[in-house]
């Protein structure tokens, strides 16, 4: 066989190969949709069901009156974008600050920063647990909230991307007579749209499926946010009342899919420059 | 060239808040982790002495968290290798196809990544059911015994492992991709000239080129993987007996379940510094590639 055709078939298969991984990949979420419409009697049911004789919205109705999933909703929405909202104002400011300004200490202050993102949260846990129930922060926004608002990788980003702005315009600026702030809020943070919008999705989607540190300071039902929520729930069943828990699942996922599916190139540009710039 | 500053307390000032934060929030309860672990310092009463090193050797001494270091490294020794292996192959299948068909398929691979692990972990349990699991329906028709996933001791970390390798892989791919779109085009025309088949252009430009972005990838699933708790936590509780009990998970059943603080510091600690270990191993073979 020639190189061409060795090559074509190759290639050939490698698509056919790709494919299917992609199905492979894909099966497991296609499996948690179609389950959760399903009739209870087609859940646990051997041969499997691959497709519902009558989809129904049943389960996800149930889902969302019978438990206080609607209050997990709520919980989880208002962490996620309070964390959001800040941090990625904050980053931008202080990578604005480290990337535009000489000042003394700076190395090491940014040392310190990166230091931040070496050290595993569980080093830190017990000792932040024990404050925060100290501070009656438990079972609270607060906890939930204030531990989280600085992201040291997205000071990180937002340098580096800072960094790469000219200089000259933040010269013009000066020379207009442009306090330092508004140097920031009209020059730099307009500029860095890409970055912010990427930072935002990371931020916001690894705020919404965080567990372990709710998991320590939430007790209360009404606080819970929806990782909890969603783990409560599946204990709750006395039987497999898989559509039920998938459909929960569902309800979880969705609004991070949907933000991903709308701006899939942020994202895809956003890990992608992390994985350049390291 | 940075700007001289006219202001010189701007800057101080736009990182001040971060810095607030962090003093107070991890730095001081970092101190804190320090000095608790040579405590005797329980949330049960009892007194909190000053016993040096004594929560150390207790840690070290406890069977059960070799048990859980043994379960931990194994875990991402797997990952590790299995979800870079992965990565570098589908990136590259991506990497081959036409604008829309690789959009598409790169969304199929990443969004597991954006998924709760605690709805991934859920998905993944009723997939693991030994009865009218999917899995073992599939292994049945294909004509091999069913799996105990859930409750085969020997098996059960690896079904973790699986689970977290499925939802993880997007994110390395698109970090292998954007490696791939870095080598110059150059080098495989003219490994073309020379006759090299597209397997030789793989394992001689391909790979080698990639060995930056292979080492960062590879460094950052060890840390990530070493970290494991919440897919081992709601998938099994870290069962059958010690079989998913991962370091984390036996951290947080000294601290939350026995409530022994100083211990579980100490362990942290231990934990910490086995993790730094490889981080300074990271960092010392970028700077010498850099060089």
Redesign the interface.
Known sequence: MT?RA??RL??IL??V???A??LV??F??Y??LV?AFKDMSE??????VFFPAKPSFDSIVAVLTEFSFKRAFLNSGIVSLAVMLFSVF??A??G???A????RG?KV?FM??LS?M??????????????IVGLQWNDSYLGLI??S??S?FG?FLMRQFMDSLP?EM??AG?IDGC???RL?MQLAFPNVKPALSALCIFLF?FQ??S??WPF?IINKNDMRT??LA??MY?NMFTG?Q?NK??AA?LI??AP??L???CL?RN??QG??????K? | ????????I???L??A???L??GV??F???V??VV?SFFNWTLTGGERVFIGLTNYTNVLTNSTFWISMKNTVLYAAFYVICINVLAIL?AN??V??TKRYR?F????????Y???????T??????Y?P??G?LN?FLRQLGFNQVGWLTDSNVVIWSVAMMSI?RD?G?YV??????LM?ISQTYYEAARVD?A???SQFRHITLPMLTN?TF??SL?AI?VAL?V??QAW?LTKGGPGYATRTV?LH?YET??KFYR?GE??AN??I??FF??IL?AIRFYFSKRIEE
């Open positions: 190189t060795f090559e190759l290639r490698g698509y190969l790709l494919t991984l992609g990949f894909f497991p979420l499996w948690m389950t859940v646990i049911v051997v041969p499997p904050n980053s400011l202080a604005f600050a480290f535009k300004y000489t000042f700076q202050l310190l920063i931040t070496m050290i595993p949260f569980q080093m830190i846990m017990i000792p932040l647990y024990m404050m204030v531990p608002l600085v040291s000071i200089n933040f010269d000066r306090s330092d702030f920031f989607m919404w499926n567990f372990l320590l929806l990782s969603l783990t599946q497999p898989y828990v998938m699942n979880v996922i991070t899919l933000i991903f599916l899939q994202f895809v890990i992608a420059l992390t994985g350049m390291a | 060239m940075k700007k001289r500053t006219r202001n010189p701007a800057p101080y736009f990182i808040p971060s810095f934060l962090l929030f991890f001081a309860p970092l804190f982790s608790l589908i299948g991506l081959g196809l959009q398929m790169t969304a199929i691979f990443f969004m597991p954006v998924c709760s692990m605690v709805a991934v859920i998905i993944w349990k009723y997939m059911q009865g009218y999917i329906y499925w892989t994110f698109i970090i292998y991709i954007a490696g870095g006759g088949n597209a397997l972005t960062f990838n950052f840390i970290q708790f919440d709601v984390v951290l601290a939350f603080m579980a510091s942290a600690i934990f910490f993790i730094m981080t």
